[in-house]
């Protein structure tokens, strides 16, 4: 692999040839691609960031955390944004959650919020507090797919977290709320969340 070649087609500020060559990095270490990663997310090209990012996710390395966290909130572009909270988990949900949930209450935008949610849903180290937070904040959206990411979440934790707990108990009495919603993919969801 000629890394200098690599570096050169990144930085081309050509689609034509910097995607693949980002794309070819799937073989490398994660040292080995770090920089060209990083150097992708300096681009102007929105895929190529957002491929950055996706990259950064797959290959966490140190170096990669800050570059990430500073996508996240600054990116002018949704879809990088979404792509790089889902990158942050990769380095470890503990040091990810404040930073996606702040992203989560700052942001307005669908897909970034539907790309938290599906980051932290199925997240083994989701404590019942963040799912039952996150899942709240998700209900009070208007986006009907915000939404059913918030049902699905409070499901999640009837079914998997201990029934005595607070928080179970809360959703229990959201999703029950929730089978009169307006939207019958959210009825559809809470009923499956109560049936766990």
């Known amino acids: ?17 910097s995607r693949p060559a980002l ?9 080995e691609a ?13 895929l190529l960031r957002q491929l950055s990012c996706s990259g950064l996710g797959h290959k966490p ?9 500073n996508t996240l909130q600054n990116d002018p572009e949704v879809a990088v944004r979404a792509e790089a909270a889902n990158a942050l ?19 307005r935008e669908w897909l970034l919020r539907c790309s938290v949610l599906s980051a932290v849903a199925e997240h083994p180290e989701m404590s019942a507090d963040q799912l039952l937070e996150i899942g709240r904040l998700a209900l009070e959206d208007a ?20 029934p005595d707990a607070a928080a179970v108990a809360e ?15 959210v ?5 499956n969340g109560l049936q766990g």
């Open 89 to 107: 988990v990769s380095h470890g949900l503990e040091r990810a959650w404040p930073l996606l949930l702040e992203a989560f209450q700052r942001e």
């Open 143 to 162: 986006d009907g797919t915000v939404r059913v990411g918030g049902t699905e979440i409070l499901g999640r934790l009837v079914r998997e977290c201990p």
């Open 187 to 191: 009825v559809a969801a809470a009923l």
């Open 61 to 69: 390395t140190p170096a990669g955390w800050e570059p990430l966290v």
């Open 1 to 17: 692999m000629n890394f200098d070649a690599l570096r050169e087609a990144i930085a081309s500020d050509s689609p034509g040839r």
């Open 171 to 185: 959703a229990r009495v959201a999703l029950a709320q929730l089978q009169h919603d307006e939207d019958h993919r």
């Open 23 to 31: 794309a070819s990095l799937v073989d490398a270490t994660p040292e």
């Open 34 to 46: 770090e920089p060209l990663l990083l150097l992708g997310l300096q681009q102007s090209d929105m």
